[in-house]
């Protein structure tokens, strides 16, 4: 699940570029979410606005119905004609025989709560008995009087200027309210600014731009500040890393914010205390190196002057036996407690050097090459390499170095045609001393060495039991964290 969820959601692998991402999503999170409570009121301050309007427009309404009712009939189409003549006023009336039908737009909160607005007022300023239809129709489908001509037929002088607003043809209010039997009043207007389209407003072009702006300059900030308190994070891995390789190192420098800083002086600490640890261990060990050599060759001296030959025998396996394991342990540490500086190795030149010997009896291999020089410790690499040759040679018979080199890391195989290991004790082969029932020669301390100087190098060693036979052991070393 948790592989999956990576697959799915990849994170950035820096400090900097996962602030960075979680802030964007932050941002967009807050941002989103302020749009939508300011877009809200706008559209509820706009609808409250709406209504307003179509309130004043269906009393102006009202008010052009009474003024129909009271004049008489033989006057209502002289008014009609003067209106027409003039332009420019805010309505289209006529008077028909009959209600328009026309193709109606489909409904929408704001159109029904026009309609619904006009229709109340209307209603309270007419009685609640009169016959009112109030529609939006678009400039298209648009009649005006009995005979069913439409908008464009009509000379533009009488309702072109008040019920077209090219390009933008918003929907006509057709208002018709009954004056008498066989007389219905015929009022067309537009609403006005700025609801003139009905349109639910959107996120205006400012407000994203605002959104964005605040976004870039936000994201700039808080990658610099994350870039300058993660400096000393990375001085501090940096010396972190050369310490791990046994390189003699300077103290921390204690800089950025306050956890920063005790990471600092904790990590200066035990780069002391790890200094005097192994300055105290060389010492130690050559003080023991020194003391059981003396004693045992004072032994050898004494078994010497013994007349028993079978008893000289016995106490000299046992002095050899002692002398195995002194030297074992003294080797393993001097083989994994190596002082060197870190400087390019050529590991072309190191491997050649160390299978020149074997090259004309055929019974060592190389295959591939590295790319370039790889920061790290010469005398160190070599043992370790060596150690590998050695011990596929002496139970192997034979080795095949084949190498994989990229941006990433440095990889050695070396493959043996010997018996290989069982698979339970493909650890076990690391431990000092260790060896297997079919091999009697040396320490068993080889690879155990070996894995050490990988791990002094931030690298791995690692056996694998190949399926012809024979055991592959893959030395790792990492390029990308020097």
């Avoid at 590998?388 to 192997?396: I, R, T």
Wanted: charged share 20%.
């Amino acid at each position: 699940m948790a592989a999956e969820r990576r697959r799915w959601l990849p994170l950035p692998r820096s400090l900097l570029g996962r602030m960075l991402l979680l802030t964007l999503l932050a941002i967009l999170a807050a941002q989103t979410l302020s749009s939508v409570i300011w877009l809200s009121q706008l559209r509820a301050t706009q609808l409250e606005g709406l209504v307003t309007t179509a309130r004043s427009l269906a009393h102006s309404m009202s008010a052009s119905v009474r003024y129909f009712r009271s004049l008489p009939v033989n006057y209502r189409p002289l008014v009609l004609d003067q209106l027409r003549s003039m332009g420019g006023t805010r309505f289209v009336v006529s008077v028909n025989d009959r209600p328009l039908q026309m193709k109606l737009l489909p409904p929408t909160p704001r159109k029904q709560a026009v309609t619904e607005t006009v229709t109340e007022v209307l209603r309270q300023a007419l009685g609640s008995a009169a016959d009112i239809s109030v529609t939006f129709v678009r400039p298209d489908d648009l009649l005006i009087f009995n005979g069913g001509l439409k908008l464009d037929e009509l000379p533009r002088s009488w309702a072109h200027y008040a019920l077209t607003l090219e390009p933008l043809n918003p929907p006509v209010l057709v208002t018709q309210i009954q004056l008498a039997p066989g007389e219905w009043l015929y009022i067309a207007s537009l609403l006005p600014e700025p609801y003139t389209g009905l349109e639910e407003p959107i996120l205006p072009t400012q407000q994203l731009w605002f959104i964005l702006l605040t976004s870039a300059f936000l994201l700039l900030f808080i990658g610099l500040l994350v870039h300058l308190q993660s400096r000393p994070l990375k001085r501090l891995a940096r010396t972190a890393r050369h310490l791990s390789l046994g390189a003699e190192v300077e103290p921390v420098a204690e800089g950025g914010g306050r956890e920063v800083v005790e990471v600092a002086r904790a990590f200066n600490a035990m780069r002391e205390r790890i200094s005097r640890y192994l300055t105290e261990r060389s010492q130690l060990f050559s003080a023991i190196s020194h003391d059981l050599r003396t004693p045992i060759t004072r032994l050898r001296l004494r078994v010497e002057l013994l007349d028993d030959e079978s008893l000289q025998a016995k106490f000299g396996r046992d002095l050899d036996d002692l002398e195995l394991l002194v030297k074992g342990a003294l080797q393993c540490v001097k083989d994994t407690d190596i002082h060197e500086n870190i400087e390019p190795v050529d590991l072309n030149y190191l491997l050649h050097g160390l299978i020149e010997p074997y090259l004309g009896s055929g019974r060592v291999t190389l295959d591939g090459a590295a790319r370039d020089l790889y920061p790290g410790k010469p005398l160190a690499l070599r043992r370790c390499i060596g150690n590998l040759l050695d011990n596929a040679l002496k139970y192997g018979e034979r080795a095949h170095l084949h190498i994989e080199d990229d941006a990433e890391a440095f990889v050695l195989h070396v493959d043996d045609e010997g018996p290989g290991v069982p698979e339970q004790k493909l650890e076990q082969v690391f431990e000092p001393h260790f060896r297997l029932a079919s091999q009697q020669q040396g320490y068993g301390m080889g690879l155990g060495i070996a894995r050490n100087l990988a791990h002094s190098h931030g690298g791995e060693l690692s056996l694998r039991n190949l399926r012809d036979g024979g055991l592959r052991v893959t030395l790792w070393l990492p390029r990308q964290s020097r």
